[in-house]
């Protein structure tokens, strides 16, 4: 598992994706807020996190996986004595661990270039949060691989994953002035409730990151299943 990890690890460090998706674009933007004096809300500014996040973890790794899938990888997988929860834990940490580095970075410059006046433990409280997010949706890009037959529906199905999960969380909107459908669905919106943690973060209420913690770990362990649950179905 640890060679799984450091090998994924190594790979990872290398990918183009990864550096324009999750290091340059959102860097880019937010110099660019900065630089024009653009006024941003906080959800926005730390939604741009959490679109960072998605991209890489989400959509690159949905790419990634499906190619292997094509290739047989994971066929080959179902004869050795590695196993399937082993591979998705590799996959995931690895993943993970640069997503949380990367956007420990992120907020760290955030913080420095629009003066929110976070304490280092605050930032440090994000980087759980970072954690969870980051792997939820790497868990999600695993099972978004196992639904389209070609690149170009892989692409489509992405993003119509990606928008509604935007547009129904604070990231954009205030959701007190939306229909009362899309405040139900934020509820059970992943993106909705890493907001509402870093909301927490900002005003210092424990309760209120607690319960995004625990909620987080309950998506995370959903979707460890149904990614888990698609192998097995497509290798069927």
Do not use: H
Not at 20 to 30: C, D, G, N, T
């Amino acid at each position: 598992m640890s060679n799984i990890i450091r090998i994924s690890l190594n790979k990872n460090v290398k990918d183009i994706y990864l550096l324009f998706w999750s290091i340059f674009l959102p860097l880019a933007v937010l110099i660019g807020l900065s630089y024009f004096n653009i006024g941003i809300s906080d959800n926005t500014l730390f939604g741009i996190l959490t679109i960072s996040i998605f991209f890489y973890c989400c959509t690159t790794n949905s790419f990634s996986v499906f190619a292997q899938r094509k290739r047989g990888v994971f066929d080959l997988l179902t004869i050795t004595p590695f196993s399937l929860w082993k591979y998705l834990s590799s996959i995931t940490l690895s993943q993970t661990i640069i997503a949380c580095i990367v956007s420990t970075i992120l907020v760290t410059i955030e913080n420095s270039l629009f003066n929110i006046g976070m304490s280092v433990l605050q930032i440090v409280l994000f980087i759980p949060l970072f954690f969870l997010g980051s792997a939820i949706f790497t868990l999600l890009g695993f099972c978004l691989s196992a639904i389209p037959k070609n690149e170009g529906q892989l692409s489509i199905t992405s993003n119509l994953v990606m928008i509604p999960l935007l547009l129904c969380s604070s990231v954009f909107l205030n959701l007190s002035n939306t229909p009362k459908l899309v405040q139900w669905i934020s509820w059970i919106n992943p993106v909705e409730w890493l907001q509402n943690g870093y909301r927490s973060v900002i005003s210092s209420s424990l309760p209120s990151y607690l319960i995004s913690i625990v909620v987080l770990l309950i998506f995370l362990a959903v979707f460890l299943v149904i990614s888990k649950k698609s192998f097995q179905t497509k290798e069927k």
